[in-house]
Structures are given as structure tokens and as C-alpha cells.
């Protein structure tokens, strides 16, 4: 079993694509990374604790988008 999750195993562990994940990381709404010698890894424990969270509706809320709204053409 792995420990450590790359940001490719971390995004097929929860079903995400990469970009999600670091908008979510962003946001504060997923487990932020540890970096080791320059490379980025997630912990399993924290995507699991993640998870739960998630289960139980602790996720805070996203963040209101700021800017002008985009016109639909």
C-alpha cells in the first residue's frame, strides 16, 4: 500500500482531474499537499480524513467567483 500519492494517483484515488484538485487546494477545500526534495505528494491518511469530511458535509462552502460575469453568446 502506498503512502505517498502523486498528483496523478491522488486524482484517480477521488475521481478528479488534476486541475480540480489544485483549484480545490487553492481554495482550501481539499488537503494540501507536502512537498518532498521539490516534489509534490499528498498524504492517504489526509485524502481519507479528506473523504470523511466530505461524507459529513464539514467541506467549507466555495468561495464566491469575483470579476465580470462572462456573457453567453
Not at 503512502?3 to 480545490?24: F, G, N, P, Y
Not at 509534490?40 to 466530505?54: F, N
Request: hydrophobic share 40%.
Amino acid at each position: 500500500m502506498k503512502i505517498l500519492l502523486t498528483t496523478r494517483e491522488t486524482a484517480e484515488a477521488v475521481s478528479m482531474s488534476e486541475s480540480k484538485i489544485r483549484r480545490l487546494v487553492s481554495e482550501q477545500r481539499f488537503p494540501p499537499p507536502i512537498a518532498i526534495d521539490g516534489n509534490v505528494r499528498w498524504r492517504m491518511k489526509d485524502l481519507s480524513d479528506w473523504g470523511e469530511q466530505l461524507a459529513a458535509g464539514e467541506i467549507p462552502p466555495p468561495k464566491a467567483k469575483r470579476g465580470r460575469p462572462r456573457l453567453a453568446i
